[in-house]
Nanobody, 120 residues
Framework: QVQLVESGGHSVQAVGALRVSCVAS????????MAWFRQTPGKGREGVAA????????CYGDSVRGRFTISRDSAKNTLYLQMNSLKPEDSAMYSC?????????????WGQGTQVTVSS
């Protein structure tokens, strides 16, 4: 049963912008926390941004704060990541994740990922 499906990954030039999407289905659609992670070969997974339902503010990694914006359209069960002022170091596989409870240590659902490549 597919729960999270990402799309929108693309090859772009540095300084450009891109928006990736993640459609949630089933139990994942009612998750309290949805987030974006990224990973490149040979490097660990990095948290990019998190959207907390009912929260006042969202969370961002230091490397993307001020450039990326996370948002969620509950009517469409879709999570977005708007990426502006892209840099080559933003190139990675971007994955969507969701967890039912804010206090949970691990995420319950993961998508397959969508590739973003930024060229200089």
């Amino acid at each position: 049963q597919v729960q999270l499906v990402e799309s929108g990954g693309h090859s772009v030039q540095a300084v450009g912008a891109l928006r990736v999407s993640c459609v949630a289905s089933g139990d994942a659609a009612s998750s309290t926390v949805m987030a974006w992670f990224r990973q490149t070969p040979g490097k660990g997974r990095e948290g990019v941004a998190a959207f907390i339902s009912g929260g006042v503010t969202n969370c961002y990694g230091d490397s993307v704060r001020g450039r990326f914006t996370i948002s969620r359209d509950s009517a469409k069960n879709t999570l977005y990541l708007q990426m502006n002022s892209l840099k080559p170091e933003d190139s990675a596989m971007y994955s969507c994740a969701a967890k039912r409870y804010k206090g949970a240590r691990v995420y319950d659902y993961w998508g397959q990922g969508t590739q973003v490549t930024v060229s200089s």
